[in-house]
């Protein structure tokens, strides 16, 4: 693992490297979390022959800028064309609560020519309607978190190409990986990004 820092026209992002492959995956972050609150998912994905980017949004650690939801989308943005530059087989993305939705933000505001290879939102809070342009589309949920029926019913009527997951527990996306479940929640993700 190493950590960078990702130049954009006006931010820098830092994020954390595990490269093992020309296939990788983009780590977005939830609210009260950073680069380093992802368990062993880096570790387990990098293993599995896929390299991952982990970034801190703005405001967050080393990255520039304040804590603004507005600015995540370019953030995303930014993190993307630094991959699209390491000529990459396919680039997925994971996005935990708040990088879920700054996903989904992104995909509504930023006109891209990227395909996502496969798009894993984890936790979304009150979807709203977007396209994102990926071939594979899930929504992971705790099975007994609050009000995960609302949040799942967002899913289904903003997102209908989106394929419901859902894990054991009550904990809230990446609090998961202080939990017992710890190891099943990042074989669940490993898994739907190796599409097995």
């Known amino acids: 693992m190493k950590t960078i820092v990702i ?87 994971i996005g935990a609560s708040m990088g879920a939705i700054a996903l989904l933000h992104w995909a509504q505001s930023i006109p891209t020519p990227i395909t996502l290879e496969t798009t894993v939102l984890f936790a979304p809070r009150a979807a709203p309607k977007a396209i994102i342009p990926t071939r594979s589309l899930y929504c992971v949920f705790n099975e007994c978190e609050d009000d995960v029926a609302d949040h799942t019913q967002s899913v289904e009527a903003n997102l209908p190409n989106a394929q419901l997951h859902f894990i054991p527990g009550t904990a809230h996306a990446q609090n998961n990986f202080k939990q017992a479940q710890a190891d099943q929640v990042v074989n669940t993700l490993t898994s739907l990004i190796l599409g097995s």
Do not use: M
């Open 7 to 93: 130049q954009g026209e006006d931010r820098s992002i830092a994020a954390d490297v595990f490269e093992s492959s020309d296939r990788w995956v983009l780590l977005c972050h939830g609210k009260v979390f950073d680069k380093s609150d992802w368990g062993l998912l880096p570790q387990t994905l990098e293993r599995s022959q896929v390299s991952v980017l982990a970034i801190n949004f703005s405001g967050y650690g080393e990255s520039s800028g304040a804590q603004d939801s507005n600015q995540y989308p370019y953030d995303i943005e930014t993190a993307l064309t630094w991959l699209q530059q390491q000529n990459p087989s396919s680039i997925s993305v």
